[in-house]
């Protein structure tokens, strides 16, 4: 089955404390992005990679780093979190970058900093 | 930069009633256009898409979407609503720069019985 998994669904963690969410895709999509969803607005993009080791800042980088050694996958690492970090984290995939291709979204990573 | 408003928070409706969610979307040019549905404790599954052609787009679930330039609008309706379509529901677009998806703050539907 096509899909785009991530781990964990939910993370309860505490300040600073070093939290790797991993995205993996099985449909050979060349491009992948994190967003973060937020009450009241909506998603928001937060790295995305065009291709293996090429990655790029989105709306709302700061926090977090990303890397992407293969093509299926790409975690998303958060080296010191703070509160203002809790949020709903969607990784996404689609076929080459022409725009007008559907992004398969995961199910998301519910993430709690205390 | 582009830019997606759906100016309602909250619609409640009547199952069997018709529903038109509002999308506007700013952006010199024509950009690829979506509508994605999030129910509850789920990821987000594509409603439809409007990249060129006919601008009248149907999608899954019975929904459909008008594109009108000239309104800059992308609005989504379904002609009776099925208490299953309880939801949120994200206009977004994509100018074809680097796949960038930008959302809309979204839409809650309540569908009442």
């Known amino acids: 089955e096509a899909q785009v998994t991530q781990n964990p669904r939910y993370l309860i963690t505490v300040t600073g404390k070093k939290l790797t969410v991993t995205c993996s895709q099985n449909?050979?999509?060349?491009?992948m992005s994190w967003y973060r969803q937020d009450p009241g607005l909506g998603l928001r993009q937060i790295y995305y990679?065009?291709?293996?080791?090429?990655?790029d800042k989105g709306d709302v980088p700061e926090g977090y780093k990303v890397s992407r050694k293969e093509k299926r996958n790409f975690p998303l690492i958060l080296e010191s979190p703070s509160p203002n970090q809790t949020s709903l984290y969607f990784c996404?995939?689609?076929?080459?970058?022409?725009?007008?291709?559907?992004?398969?979204f995961g199910p998301g990573t519910r993430l709690t900093v205390t | 930069a582009q830019s997606v408003t759906q100016p309602d928070i909250h619609i409640t409706v009547s199952e069997g009633a018709s529903l038109e969610l509002r999308c506007n979307y700013s952006?010199?040019?024509?950009?690829?256009l979506f509508w994605y549905v999030q129910s509850p404790g789920q990821g987000l599954q594509l409603l439809l898409k409007?990249?060129?052609?006919?601008?009248l787009v149907q999608g899954i679930k019975g929904f459909e979407a008008e594109f009108k330039r000239s309104q800059s609008s992308f609005n989504l309706r379904k002609p009776s609503v099925h208490w299953s379509d309880a939801a949120e529901y994200f206009c977004?677009?994509?100018?074809?720069?680097?796949?960038?998806?930008?959302f809309g703050t979204g839409t809650r539907l309540q569908v009442t019985l």
């Open positions: 977004a677009v994509n100018t074809g720069t680097a796949s960038k998806l930008t």
């Open positions: 409007y990249f060129s052609g006919d601008t």
């Open positions: 996404a995939s689609s076929l080459p970058p022409h725009g007008r291709d559907e992004q398969y």
């Open positions: 990679s065009m291709n293996v080791e090429v990655t």
């Open positions: 449909m050979n999509h060349e491009y």
């Open positions: 952006y010199g040019a024509t950009p690829y």
